[in-house]
């Protein structure tokens, strides 16, 4: 059920091509307002966000006026099973009170950063392991934010946008600021990460077309022992399977993004995904 009240309206399937496209330049996805995290982050606030929070947050990143980053992954505990998260979201009196450190925090290094989507530990022991955790919304400038330091991906720290690890010491912020309510982390987690993933494969699809594209122009351009360096040894055959390799992997995600269609929508409902 694409919405244009706030865009083009287009469905994941729509979208894929077109982060396809931005893929092949680093630039694009950013001229375009449609980078991690902001574009995972708008959608995250688009299907979970109450009017309040849409209208103080997501508009201003739609806008290109502001930017965001999302907490979830910690530095001390596999949180590729969140379930391990050791930062805490408390609520006390009309308060959400949050005590932890994450890294690996996207866009954390960007000075036009304004709000954070942190994902803690709720302490809702009553409920089962996959409502216990929650996401909170909290402004940059809060007392107790402290950005440690800005962590290298292959070398580079990707300035000056960068993945940082930031701590939280006794952060508080209005109960308002949970998403969608306490303890539907995992919920809105699903929601957003289907979407982000399937952006992300497609910009890097992009990314190898064009990489595939410059090779095959080197290779037809540059000669050695009087042929084209593409006509020598085996080149013919890795050119062959470069080209085999992306067309599966771009099947393969354009079929994710339908099947995403059914999931994202449906997580809103009642948490689960269609496999």
Known sequence: MPDDTLGAGLSVTDYAP???????????????NCNAPDSGNMELLWRYGTQEQQDKWLTPILEGKTRS????????????????MQATAVVDGDEIVINGSKWWSSGLGDPAVDVL???????DESADRHHQHSMVLVPVNTPGVNIK????????????HGHGEISFENVRVPVSHFIGGPGKGFEIAQGRLGPGRIHHCMRCIGAAEKSLELAVKRGMSRTAFGKPLLQLGGNFERISEARIKIDQARLLTLYAA??????????????NLCY
Do not use: W
């Not at 989507?117 to 302490?123: D, E, G, H, L, P």
């Not at 339908?258 to 948490?271: A, F, P, V």
């Open 117 to 123: 989507i942190v994902m803690a530990y709720t302490a």
């Open 258 to 271: 339908q099947k995403n269609g059914c999931s994202g929508y449906q997580s809103r409902i009642d948490g």
């Open 149 to 160: 330091r800005m962590l290298k991906v292959f070398g580079d720290y990707d300035a000056p």
């Open 18 to 32: 077109i982060a396809e496209l931005t893929g092949r330049s680093l630039l694009a996805p950013h001229v375009f």
């Open 69 to 84: 980053v999302f907490c979830m992954t910690e530095p001390d505990v596999a949180s590729s099973d969140a379930t391990n």
